[in-house]
């Protein structure tokens, strides 16, 4: 974790420098494409050796907002992350990249495309040479039911990096072979207005979890049949039925968190626990009927720790404004610890070791609050003027890298131990701290 890559918004509202930094002297190592280039989005490969940049801007003049300088033919490029050099430009056959993905290991890209017609395609590519193994059209480019978009976005990768999903319509998945890039299997969701919003592999390589509006659903990779199908529940009396708009798969395949609303209070969110192998119901972590009469039995948020035993919940009343957070058994979605004194929970970020929890602040807040994930203590607090958007831990969780609206960054280093925190003080403090210094380092509470 030394060097990052940084989007600088400073040149216009519609146009982006990418830096590399470096994180350990906080210097400005290079800017790729020099000063001629302006790039909209960004994707690092997660081995950290390659970047992929593409015009997002092409996709957005589609849609009415037509940026400011003429975008490339160029639509992607791919860098060397540690010197920032050009390795290879992906073909500039009019089409753009909207947005794409690595393998797990980082040899292969996939992305979806859209060309001058409007027309959207995906395709799959052998990273560092930029050569393209496969590509076909998307029928039709996603919509809208209940406020949940269906999405021609969705690809994914599976972990062992062997084969690629693609989502080709509303309702259908195609499954293909990386290497070869020949298609496996084709999954068709039936009915005619069920909005497909994401589709992952489940780790073991034996199946596909999807996501629609109407419901969760797994797939027999081998054979293409739908194993079980998970339902929101019940609806209102004499209105629509719930309807999805998310859901996590725990990383050890054996919980799903399914996240839905009523077409009546769709700002408002509730979810339910299934067990991922066989299809059951195991809890409701958050139910209607609860929502009413407390102000923290909406669910805002939910993800799981990576070793996929327990569920981190933030609860509130409207979407992505929580107050309160709990730490719940996945087994079971029993409480575990609660986290007290949170206001306005926006964003859950997990450490490396799922020891510490960044929480920030909603609405682009001031604040961001560290706590313990073993006893529900809070270890720091953060604060930045320009409002924290964004935060990430560093691979070694030794840092926070936070950036804001206006164009800044800041690194925060984090200390396993009180003790690790005075040591580092002494190091570069060689004398008596202040109280005002003792205050900042958080040595008077």
């Given at each position: 974790?030394?060097?990052?890559?940084?989007?600088?918004?400073?040149?216009?509202?519609?146009?982006?420098?990418?830096?590399?930094?470096?994180?350990?002297?906080?210097?400005?190592?290079?800017?790729?494409?020099?000063?001629?280039?302006?790039?909209?989005?960004?994707l690092?490969?997660?081995?950290?050796?390659?970047?992929?940049?593409y015009?997002?801007g092409?996709?957005e003049?589609?849609?009415?907002?037509?940026?400011?300088?003429?975008v490339?033919?160029e639509?992607?490029?791919?860098?060397?992350?540690?010197?920032?050099?050009?390795?290879?430009?992906?073909?500039?056959?009019n089409?753009?990249?909207?947005?794409?993905?690595?393998?797990?290991?980082?040899?292969y890209?996939?992305?979806?495309?859209c060309?001058?017609?409007?027309?959207?395609?995906y395709s799959?590519?052998?990273?560092?040479?930029?050569?393209?193994?496969?590509?076909?059209?998307?029928?039709?480019?996603?919509g809208?039911s209940?406020?949940?978009y269906?999405?021609?976005?969705?690809l994914?990768?599976?972990?062992?990096n062997?084969?690629?999903?693609?989502?080709?319509?509303?309702?259908?998945?195609?499954i293909?072979?990386?290497?070869?890039g020949?298609?496996?299997?084709?999954?068709e969701?039936?009915?005619?207005e069920?909005?497909l919003?994401?589709?992952?592999?489940l780790?073991?390589?034996?199946?596909?979890?999807?996501?629609?509006?109407?419901?969760?659903?797994?797939?027999?990779l081998?054979?293409?049949?739908?194993?079980?199908?998970?339902d929101?529940?019940?609806?209102?009396?004499?209105?629509?039925?719930p309807?999805?708009?998310?859901?996590?798969l725990?990383?050890?395949?054996?919980r799903?968190?399914?996240?839905?609303?009523?077409?009546?209070?769709?700002?408002?969110?509730?979810?339910?626990l299934?067990?991922?192998?066989?299809?059951?119901?195991?809890?409701?972590?958050?139910?209607?009927?609860?929502?009413?009469?407390?102000?923290?039995?909406?669910?805002?948020?939910?993800?799981?720790?990576?070793?996929?035993?327990?569920?981190?919940?933030?609860?509130?009343?409207m979407l992505?404004i929580?107050?309160?957070?709990?730490?719940l058994?996945?087994?079971?979605?029993?409480k575990?610890l609660?986290?007290d004194?949170?206001?306005?929970?926006?964003?859950?970020?997990?450490?490396?070791?799922s020891?510490?929890?960044?929480?920030?602040?909603?609405n682009?807040?001031?604040?961001?609050?560290?706590?313990?994930?073993?006893t529900?203590q809070?270890?720091?607090?953060?604060f930045s003027?320009?409002?924290i958007l964004?935060?990430?831990?560093s691979?070694?969780?030794?840092?926070?890298?936070?950036?804001?609206?206006?164009?800044?960054?800041?690194?925060?280093?984090?200390f396993?131990?009180?003790?690790?925190?005075?040591?580092y003080?002494?190091?570069?403090?060689p004398?008596?701290?202040?109280?005002?210094?003792?205050d900042t380092?958080?040595?008077?509470?």
């Open positions: 974790g030394e060097s990052i890559v940084i989007e600088d918004y400073s040149h216009s509202i519609d146009t982006r420098d990418i830096y590399l930094w470096d994180t350990v002297t906080g210097q400005k190592t290079d800017l790729l494409g020099g000063d001629q280039t302006r790039y909209y989005q960004y690092m490969s997660p081995d950290r050796r390659l970047i992929l940049t015009n997002y092409l996709w003049k589609y849609l009415g907002n037509s940026p400011s300088k003429p490339t033919n639509s992607g490029r791919l860098w060397d992350a540690k010197t920032g050099k050009m390795l290879a430009v992906l073909p500039a056959d089409r753009a990249v909207v947005t794409a993905v690595f393998s797990p290991n980082g040899k890209a996939g992305t979806i495309n060309d001058l017609n409007k027309q959207y395609s799959l590519w052998e990273a560092e040479t930029s050569r393209e193994i496969c590509s076909a059209a998307i029928e039709e480019p996603g809208k209940n406020g949940v269906s999405s021609p976005m969705t994914n990768f599976s972990p062992d062997k084969m690629v999903l693609f989502c080709t319509s509303n309702r259908r998945i195609e293909r072979r990386a290497e070869t020949l298609v496996v299997t084709t999954l969701i039936p009915g005619d069920k909005h919003f994401d589709a992952v592999f780790k073991d390589g034996s199946g596909v979890i999807t996501g629609s509006t109407d419901g969760i659903r797994r797939w027999d081998k054979t293409g049949e739908q194993l079980y199908h998970l929101p529940g019940p609806g209102e009396d004499g209105q629509k039925k309807y999805f708009s998310s859901f996590n725990s990383s050890d395949d054996k799903i968190v399914g996240i839905y609303a009523l077409p009546s209070q769709p700002a408002v969110h509730y979810g339910r299934w067990d991922a192998q066989t299809g059951q119901l195991i809890t409701d972590l958050a139910r209607p009927d609860n929502a009413t009469k407390t102000m923290n039995d909406a669910i805002t948020n939910a993800i799981f720790t990576p070793d996929g035993q327990k569920i981190i919940a933030s609860f509130g009343v992505q929580g107050t309160v957070v709990k730490i058994n996945a087994n079971d979605g029993k575990i609660q986290f004194a949170i206001d306005e929970v926006g964003k859950l970020i997990l450490s490396p070791d020891k510490r929890l960044l929480i920030i602040a909603s682009i807040g001031q604040n961001a609050s560290l706590w313990s994930t073993d529900g809070q270890l720091d607090q953060f003027q320009e409002g964004s935060a990430e831990f691979q070694d969780g030794s840092r926070i890298c936070a950036g804001s609206t206006q164009g800044t960054l800041r690194i925060w280093r984090v396993p131990t009180g003790q690790k925190l005075i040591d003080a002494r190091c570069v403090v004398r008596q701290l202040t109280a005002e210094e003792r380092f958080g040595l008077n509470t």
